[in-house]
C-alpha cells in the first residue's frame, strides 16, 4: 500500500509547495498584460464585449477565462492571481499523467516537479497570469486525451481549439494534434471530426461577436493589425531576441534544462522509448513553435515549451533511476521501489539512485535558492520592482485609486501609455479603444490613423481625468516612430488640463473647468 501510495504522496506535496509558494505572491501587482486581461474580463462580467470599448490583437479566449475567474474569485489582485494558482496547480497534474504514461511513474513525478519549478520562475512570466499559461493548461489536456483515448478527436479538437482562443499562438498545438492522428493512420471520418472540433470555439466565437456588432473590430485587431504586426522585425533582430531569453532562461535553471537535455539522448537512445521519441521531439518542436510567431521571443512566450522541456527532464530522471538497478531488479521500477531499498546483498545501486534523485531535487530547488528573496521574503511591491523594474504597475493602484474616489462609475477616463490595469482597478472606462500605445509607435503601416484615433477619441469623449505615463517602457517609441501624438498631447494639456497629482512617473490631469 505504502508503495503504490508513495508517487500520489509525492505529488501531493509538489502541488503543496507550489500552491504555498504562490499563495505568497497572490499580492503582486498586475504587469500590464494581466492588467489588459483583467480589465477586458471585467467589461465582459458588465454585458460589454471584447473589442468595443477595449481593443487589443489577442484572441478573447483569455479575457473570458479572467471573467470566469474574477466572477468565482473577486476583481482583485489576489483573485486573478488565485486562478493562475488553480490553472498552474491543474498544469502540473496534466504534466504528471503525460510524463506517467510516456514513460513511467518516476518520469511523471519528476516532470511534475521539474514543470512545477520552471513556471514559476520570472524569468519567463510565470508568477504573471499570462496568456501562455492558459494555452498550456488546454493543449496538455488535449494531448493527454489524444494518449489516453487512442482515435479519440472530438474532444482533444476542441480542447486544441480552446486553446488557439486563448492566444493565436496555440495554433501550434492544433498542428501537433492533427500530425499525431496522421501518423496514426486515422481514418478521414476521424481527421475531419478533429478540424471540425478545432475549429468550432472560433467559429462560435466569431459568431457570438457578430451578433455583439463587434466583428469588424475584432477582424481588425485579431487578423488584419495582427498580421502587419508580426511581419515588422527582421529575422536578424529575431534571432538576437531568441539567443538573449533563453540566456536568461537557461540561467535560471540551468541544471533543469541540461537534464532535459540528457532526457532527449535518452528517449533515442534506449531501446524502450525510440517508440515515444519521435512524440517527445515532436512535442518539443511544436511548443517551440509557438513562441516563433512575431519573432520577438519574450519571456512568457515559452511557458507553453516548458511541460516538453519538464517530460524530457522526467525520461532522464526515469532512466537514471533504472540504469542502475541490478539486473535482477525490473527496469520499469517505480518511483516507490527506488526508495523502498534493495537486498542487504547490494545496497550500492540504492544509493546510486539516492544521488540521482537529490541530485534532481537540487536542480529542481535551485531557482527557488537563488531567487529565495522574491520567493519567501520580499514585500509585493519590492517583487514586483525586482521583476519589472521601474514598469510603474504598483504606480497605477495609487493612481487608480485617486481615480476612483474623485470620479462617478460613469466617468470616463484616458491612460496615455500601456497600462490598462489602470481602468481595471479604477474600475473606469477607457475613453478610447486604445489600451495600449504601443501599435502607435511600431513602424506598420496603421500607426498614424491609430494616432489619429486615440486624438479624436479624446477631444471628442474629453474625460474627466487623463493619465500620462512618462516611462519608455509603456510607448516603446523608435527613432522612426511618428510624433504627432506627443505635440498634440503638449498643446491639448495646456489649454484643457491642469496637473492634479503625480506618482513618480506618472502624471494626472484633471480637465479644466
Known sequence: MVRRLTPQIALALILLATALIRIRLLPIPLERDEGEYAYAGQLILQGIPPYSVASNMKLPGTYAAHAVIMAIFGQ??????????????ITILLVYFLGKRLFGDIA???????????????????????????????ALAATVQLLRRP???????????????????GVFFMLFGALYLVRHRSTLRTLATFAGAAILPYAL???????????????????????AYAARVPLSTGVAYLRSTIQDIWAASPALWAIAALGLFRVFWMRETRPRAAFALAFLAFSFATACPGLLFREHYFIPMLPAVALL?????????????????SRRASFADAAGGVPTRDRSPLARNLLAYC????????PFFAERQVYFSMTPVQVAREIWGDNPFPEAISAACYIRQRTSPDTPIAVLGSEPEIYFYAHRHSATPYIYMYGLMEP???????QND????????????????????????????????FDWWDDYQTRHYELAKSINDLSIYKRKP
Open 76 to 89: 482583485t489582485i489576489a483573485g486573478i492571481h488565485f486562478g493562475l494558482l488553480l490553472v498552474n496547480e
Open 108 to 138: 511523471g513525478i519528476a516532470a511534475a516537479a521539474a514543470y512545477a519549478s520552471l513556471s514559476l520562475s520570472p524569468d519567463v512570466g510565470g508568477t504573471a497570469s499570462h496568456a501562455t499559461h492558459f494555452v498550456t493548461l488546454f
Open 151 to 169: 482515435g479519440a478527436a472530438f474532444w482533444p479538437g476542441i480542447l486544441y481549439g480552446l486553446a488557439f482562443l486563448m492566444k493565436q499562438h
Open 205 to 227: 466565437t466569431c459568431l457570438i461577436l457578430w451578433h455583439a456588432g463587434v466583428f469588424p473590430n475584432f477582424w481588425f485587431w485579431t487578423v488584419t493589425y495582427a498580421r
Open 313 to 329: 527532464a522526467g525520461a532522464a530522471v526515469q532512466w537514471g533511476g533504472q540504469s542502475w538497478l541490478p539486473p535482477t531488479f
Open 359 to 366: 541530485v534532481f531535487a537540487a536542480a529542481v530547488a535551485y
Open 444 to 450: 506598420q503601416p496603421y500607426a498614424l490613423k491609430m
Open 454 to 485: 486615440v486624438i479624436r477619441d479624446i477631444e471628442t469623449t474629453r474625460p474627466e481625468y487623463i493619465v500620462d505615463v512618462d516611462v519608455s517602457t509603456s510607448w516603446l517609441m523608435r527613432d522612426n516612430s511618428d510624433t504627432r501624438i
